[in-house]
């Protein structure tokens, strides 16, 4: 067993005792972080399930504002190659309980339409303000996704720390701190023992030495 593998001295039980205590506030703030963590988990969890209903039906307008584009005009390829790559997107992040969550933005610039007019009509216009509000909403959810990925992994990890601290580190220190207090105070009562002992032979020998002196007298 552990316990016997410790030395049963008061400065062990002293520290026995200091790591039992620095185990269970490790527990108690483990604990609290994952309480803190899963609120925030759900928290998003929430957010994402509205964006998600929010971004299908984004699609289907876009999609469906694409279609009735291509018909309108043709094949609409020549004019979203006009539509310049997006790179105004930036990602920074936050911290909860040490847990890094990205925050991605979208640069707020004023719209600027890049195709002409002569060959296009409303329903190209349509589609480029749909699939504008398709980027920015991909944007929000996939904040909230990343960041939700990163909370999951973040409690597993902190679950399985606090149970190591709950079921084998505070039980551990509990048994060692638990056998050195019962071993020196079995040596307490051994001594105490001896002395009663030694006390009551000294008294017997100085009641003989007392006849003696007496009976020499």
């Given at each position: 067993m552990a316990e016997q593998q410790v030395f049963p001295t008061k400065g062990n039980l002293i520290l026995s005792k200091k790591a039992l205590q620095l185990a269970a506030l490790g527990y108690e703030l483990l604990d609290r972080k994952r309480n803190i963590l899963i609120r925030e988990l759900m928290s998003l969890v929430d957010k994402a399930g509205e964006l998600r209903g929010s971004i299908e039906e984004t699609y289907k307008e876009a999609y469906q504002a694409l279609q009735l584009a291509n018909i309108s005009i043709g094949i609409v390829?020549?004019?979203?190659?006009?539509?310049?790559?997006?790179?105004?997107?930036?990602?920074?992040?936050?911290?909860?309980?040490?847990?890094?969550?990205?925050?991605?933005s979208l640069e707020e610039k004023p719209m600027k339409v890049t195709y002409g007019f002569s060959q296009t009509d409303s329903q190209l216009d349509k589609a480029f303000l749909a699939f504008d509000r398709v980027k920015r909403t991909t944007v929000l959810l996939a904040e909230v996704e990343n960041s939700i990925y990163r909370l999951s992994v973040a409690i597993r990890k902190t679950q399985r720390r606090a149970n190591?601290?709950?079921?084998?580190?505070?039980?551990k220190n509990e048994q060692i701190v638990k056998y050195i207090t019962n071993s020196l105070e079995e040596k307490e009562r051994e001594e105490f023992s001896r002395m009663k002992v030694i006390k009551a032979v000294k008294v017997k020998k100085d009641a003989v030495n007392?006849?003696?002196?007496r009976k020499d007298g």
């Open positions: 390829t020549p004019y979203a190659n006009c539509i310049p790559v997006e790179t105004g997107v930036e990602i920074s992040t936050r911290s909860v309980m040490g847990v890094e969550l990205p925050e991605v190591a601290l709950q079921n084998i580190i505070i039980p007392k006849m003696r002196v």
